[in-house]
């Protein structure tokens, strides 16, 4: 892991932590000088999220961790498991407040104090976890961390629950106390999904999982590239924690020496390391001679190999498409096109 990512995960973690310590104080003076249930909720639901910030500061720190004897690829698979702990906490918290909502519903017990104090510190809460969802969201696709993408759609869920809440005090303030627990269980439908979502891009990366179809095209396209190498085969691309391993086998010339065929080796693992969500690669050099290759094994549409370079995978989801599956699970074999 680069320093640079290093520092920008865990510069994410803490001003998540810093933001929600701070919505929680707002929400609390609000939720004391007015009142407001909704407000209090929020408020309640501020403090969970302080608390669990607390938790994921830690984990970024642990998977940021640069390599060590015992660790030498670094500790970056602990980020799907933070990730499954924040899935966690937004199953509670829609549980928590789908059960509230029908437990209003069938006791008629709707409380709701509207007042301008309380619309504005909803407001506010919306727009500043607005802000974090985008900062997270942009980080974690840049630097292909699911803990913070992961991070990202729970601070979505909050946009989602102070929309809920802005909804309950408007509706008491024009007489229909009763939107407050039909839009909180409506926004908890939402957040179960998120959760959902979150769980299944990571036991992706967790039980190594193919990546998306573009990039083992990317990898495909840095092997042939090279003008000494002749066909690619049994390439295999998996994922370990949120990052990809890859092994490949090369054909070139049989009579190049051993020196010429370690520099094409050396050059064609520096050229796909350089894509971002790589970790390791493994490049067996072969003799062409040995025809490895099956030109009947090769998927047709990948005989000319093109590739956005700019093209960053997301999550293993990305690779749901069916018609690309039945290839992307067995090894590819591929040959040069003239």
Known sequence: MSNAR???????????LIANVLLAAIKIAVWWLSGSLAVGSE??????DSLYSVVIVGGLYLTTRPPDFEHPHGHERIEPFISLFIAV???????GVLWNAVQTIQTGSVVVFANGLAIGVLVVSALV???LYRYCRRIGEERQSPAVTAAALDNRNDILTAAAALIGVVGAAVGFPLLDPIAAGTVSIGIFYTGYEIVKDNVSYLVGAAPPEPLRRKILQCALSHPQVEGAHDVVAHYVGPEVDVSLHIEVEGDLTLSEAHEIESAIVG????????????????????GEWKSTDKPADLQHVTVDSQWQPESPSEADDP????????PLQLSRVS
Do not use: C
């Not at 920008?8 to 803490?14: C, E, K, P, Q, W």
């Not at 018609?323 to 067995?330: A, F, G, N, T």
């Open 6 to 16: 290093r520092h920008v995960v865990r510069r994410v973690g803490i001003a998540i």
């Open 89 to 95: 906490g937004i199953f509670i918290a829609a549980g």
């Open 43 to 48: 408020a309640v639901n501020s403090v969970a």
């Open 323 to 330: 018609s690309q599956r039945e290839w992307l699970s067995r």
């Open 129 to 131: 976890k607005y802000g």
């Open 271 to 290: 050229d796909i390391m350089d894509i971002p969500a790589i970790d390791d690669v493994f490049v067996h050099v072969d003799p062409k001679s040995l």
